[in-house]
Every structure is written in structure tokens, then in C-alpha cells.
């Protein structure tokens, strides 16, 4: 079976200050790990995943496969990076079919 | 480019009606795929499909089905509503339906059921 955890509903953040949202997985294969982010009154939009090894508007990824994780980072966070972001993974060969946490609400206060 | 399109937008039911909801994918794209999304939870899977043909079904009883049309829109259906059943239902597109694909999210079917 396939699990994504994402402990925190809620992490509060003053601007500027590094952000980090935690994600664990459990996955017997080789996982493909995502986060989605979901901004107010927009879709679910893909942020990144970790096969691009890329930086996203200044979040980055990386899967740590000993610890089963794959935290989303950013040194300075930002207003405009208040939104509900999802950690989500796909297994292997299983096409669309992803997994997701249960959410974390990032919340930049001035 | 339009995006993924659901309709409608928000529906009210009762216990025990019947319910189907629509997706148009992105033009070019051939597979779609639902999620349930219930209060406070991430989207689950419920259905795969790719040329008109299941490709995958997550653990959701028979009262929900669905099928993809030539023009590869789809059609969500649920028998027999039950409470547990308000949620959020999404529809995301992709290309082929294959792995390392990006897949693109309508905005929802938001259903209540009373």
C-alpha cells in the first residue's frame, strides 16, 4: 500500500523567514514524489517533482529515500506563497493514479 | 487554452439519487482521470481512463462508474448517494495517461448531498 503524511494542517510563517513542509511516504517500489499547491480560489496546480530536480518559484524538493521523505523548502518565504500545498506521490506503473496527503496551509504573515 | 472544464459547479442531491458529472480535457489530451476530494482530506483516486477504456480504479464501490467519450471528454456517475459522498470531485487531463506526465486539474464539481 501507498501512504503520503503530511503532519502539520497548519504552519504560520513570518516573511522572509525559511519555510519548511514536511512530507513522509511509504511506498515499497521506487516512488515518483510531487507537491501540488493549490492557491485561493485556484486550482490544483503541480509546483514541482522530484525527477526535474528543479526550483520553483524558489521552492525546492529533495527525496531522501533513507528517511522516506520529501520535504518542500524555501529559504524566504513570501505572501504571496500562502496557499494549501499537497504532497503527493505515484507509484510504479500505475500512470495517473496519485496519492496524496492530507494538505498543509502555509500561511505568510507580514 | 481553456484548461480542464467540469460542470457543473456546485450541485445539491438527496440520499438515494443518481448523479453525473461532466469533464472536457484539454484539447489534444486523451486521458482523464477523477479524485474525490472530501473536507480537510486530499484528493483520492477514483478513475483512469485512456481512449475511451479504464485504466485504473481506486477503492470506491460499484455505485460509482464512469466512461470517456470519442472526444475524450468523461462523465463521472454515482448511484444511491449517500452523505459520505459531498465532496469535491475533481477531473485532471493529461496527454497519453502514462507516468512522468504533468497532469492538469479542472476546478471541481463541488456536490452536497442532503
Known amino acids: 500500500a501507498q501512504r503520503v503524511t503530511q503532519p502539520e494542517k497548519l504552519l504560520s510563517v513570518f516573511k522572509g523567514a525559511p519555510v519548511e513542509l514536511k512530507c513522509n511516504y511509504s511506498?515499497?517500489?521506487?516512488?515518483?514524489l510531487f507537491w501540488y499547491v493549490q492557491y485561493s480560489r485556484q486550482r490544483l496546480q503541480l509546483l514541482l517533482r522530484h525527477i526535474s530536480r528543479e526550483s520553483i518559484k524558489g521552492f525546492t524538493a529533495d527525496l531522501n529515500k533513507g528517511e522516506t521523505s520529501f520535504h518542500l523548502k524555501k529559504p524566504f518565504a513570501q505572501e504571496e506563497d500562502s496557499a494549501m500545498y499537497y504532497c503527493?506521490?505515484?507509484?510504479?506503473?500505475?500512470?495517473?493514479?496519485?496519492?496524496f496527503g492530507t494538505g498543509t496551509r502555509l500561511q505568510v504573515t507580514l | 487554452d481553456a484548461g480542464v472544464t467540469q460542470s457543473p459547479t456546485h450541485l445539491i442531491k438527496t440520499r438515494g439519487q443518481h448523479v453525473t458529472l461532466r469533464c472536457s480535457p484539454i484539447?489534444?489530451?486523451?486521458?482523464v482521470s477523477w479524485y474525490q476530494q472530501v473536507l480537510g482530506q486530499g484528493p483520492q483516486f477514483i478513475f483512469q481512463y485512456y481512449e475511451k477504456e479504464e485504466r485504473g480504479r481506486g477503492n470506491f464501490p460499484d455505485r460509482f462508474s464512469a466512461r470517456q467519450f470519442p472526444n475524450y471528454s468523461s462523465e463521472l456517475n454515482v448511484n444511491a448517494l449517500l452523505l459520505g459522498d459531498s465532496a469535491l470531485y475533481l477531473c485532471a487531463s493529461s496527454l497519453e495517461g502514462i507516468a512522468n506526465e504533468k497532469l492538469f486539474f479542472g476546478s471541481g464539481t463541488q456536490l452536497s448531498v442532503l
Open positions: 484539447s489534444g489530451h486523451k486521458s
Open positions: 503527493a506521490l505515484r507509484g510504479t506503473g500505475t500512470a495517473s493514479k496519485l496519492t
Open positions: 511506498y515499497s517500489g521506487s516512488p515518483e
